[in-house]
């Protein structure tokens, strides 16, 4: 079972909007890197975005200026809102978070399907 817990995904409409969300309640250290990857069927793994402790956000070009990566008031949480939603945008889309103290571990979430149809 993931130590990320993932919530959010759906179905929605060309145009639409969605909020993904991820939380590490389990981890008691501050990560250094949340973010979320995507992929769709017959497809690889592709990076959407993500978010350093610092606050640092870097978005893949295909979501800059639809999407927007957060913080929230939970230790170890990040949002994900997902805007102007197109069916390419159709995926299941994990969790990611990485933590380098005591050591280094990555962890990913199980996923959450998120459709866009009309």
């Known amino acids: 079972q993931s130590l990320l817990v993932e919530s959010g995904g759906g179905l929605v409409q060309p145009g639409g909007s969605l909020r993904l969300s991820c939380s590490a309640p389990?981890?008691?250290?501050?990560?250094?890197?949340m973010g979320w990857y995507r992929q769709a069927p017959g497809k690889e793994r592709e990076l959407v975005a993500t978010?350093?402790?610092?606050?640092?956000?870097f978005y893949a070009h295909y979501v800059q200026g639809r999407f927007a990566i957060s913080k929230g008031n939970a230790k170890n949480t990040v949002y994900l809102q997902m805007t102007g939603l197109a069916p390419e945008d159709t995926a299941v889309y994990h969790c990611?978070?990485?933590?380098?103290?005591?050591?280094?571990?990555?962890?990913w979430g199980q996923g959450t399907q998120v459709t866009v149809s009309s």
């Open positions: 389990k981890i008691t250290h501050n990560f250094t890197v």
């Open positions: 978010m350093r402790r610092d606050g640092t956000q």
């Open positions: 990611y978070s990485q933590f380098t103290f005591p050591a280094l571990h990555e962890y």
